[in-house]
């Protein structure tokens, strides 16, 4: 099994800056990539991010380019994502997600490829 922690999440004014982590731990050594996705109540999750956890090759929805960056830190089993100019509509829950070695050919975007997730952190972006 394993655990994810998501934390960072708040209120920003649009324009603001936030940063979100998530930190793994448990059985993390399968781990082939990790992602962020969000949700807006009554909506389907949405893909923001992804970072391969071995080469930190990085892809994002097209929304996100050149506002949001993900990374990771592999000493500590932990993901970032840094969101810039934030805009009323990123207001969401964010959540993270581990996609282990056996999903690796599945595709990037979409939730079922990922194994494990986190509890969500509420991002709220106010105009």
């Known amino acids: 099994q394993v655990q994810l922690v998501e934390s960072g999440g708040g209120l920003v004014q649009v324009g603001g800056s936030l940063r979100l982590s998530c930190a793994a731990s448990?059985?993390?050594?399968?781990?082939?990539?990790m992602a962020w996705f969000r949700q807006v109540s009554g909506k389907e999750r949405e893909f923001v991010a992804h970072?391969?956890?071995?080469?930190?090759?990085?892809s994002y929805a097209d929304s996100m380019k050149g506002r949001f960056t993900i990374s990771r830190d592999s000493a500590k089993n932990t993901v970032y994502l840094q969101m810039n100019s934030l805009k009323p509509e990123d207001t969401a829950v964010y959540y993270c997600?581990?996609?282990?070695?056996?999903?690796?050919?599945?595709?990037?975007?979409?939730?079922?490829?990922?194994?494990?997730w986190g509890q969500g952190t509420q991002v709220t972006v106010s105009s």
């Open positions: 997600a581990i996609r282990s070695t056996s999903r690796r050919s599945w595709a990037t975007q979409f939730p079922m490829s990922y194994d494990y």
């Open positions: 448990g059985r993390t050594f399968s781990t082939y990539s």
């Open positions: 970072i391969n956890w071995s080469g930190g090759s990085t």
